[in-house]
């Protein structure tokens, strides 16, 4: 077992970093400023499953046949940068109503959840990461690797998940201020797509 004095370590380091401007606290961000307060909690959700995810591809080592894999890596950012394009894409085409439900209509449930877990999969980067960063608190000694490493990607979400949702409803209040403009919600439906153009930009031009 984990001492608890690195488990606590671990704890505190991953709510710092959740809370570092990054790709998923932004998408996080967007989302819940264009959709909703309950957009950004389901999209949060979905960044959270697409994290246990990573979890079990470093704890069997899909990881590391990605990261050693030039054309493994391509692709996976390839179709990770395509997506946020079509997400931007969909924002700038999305139309403008003063009906909360309404808005919240035109986009499911299970559609806004699977935009946080494809989101999340298909960034190699956070493989790589939770690759570099979960073995650092874990140790032979203490049992086993696998379940150490299960154990400390329960942890990270446990740390980032009252993070995001903190963050959907903050922007999420803030989109809801201008719910009843549709000169402010054609505003933030751009501002949405440039945002996921950018991260898409840095997605494609990234290396290993």
Known sequence: MIDSAVLLAFFLTSVLLALSPGPDNLFVLAQSAQNGRTAG??????????????????????AAIVHSSTFAFAILKCLGAAYLLYLAWQSIRAGASTGKQERLSSLSRGSLYRRGIVMNLT????????????????????????????????LFITATLPVFSAISFFAGGLGDKFRNSLFAQHAVNRIAAAVFVGLAIKLAISER
């Open 123 to 154: 960034n190699p980067k956070v493989s790589f990461f939770f690759m570099a960063f979960l073995p650092q608190f874990a140790d032979s000694r203490h049992g086993s690797m696998m379940v150490q490493f299960f154990m400390l990607g329960a």
């Open 41 to 62: 909690l389901l999209v949060t959700l979905g960044l959270a499953t697409g994290l246990i995810g990573h979890t079990f591809a470093v704890a069997f080592g899909l």
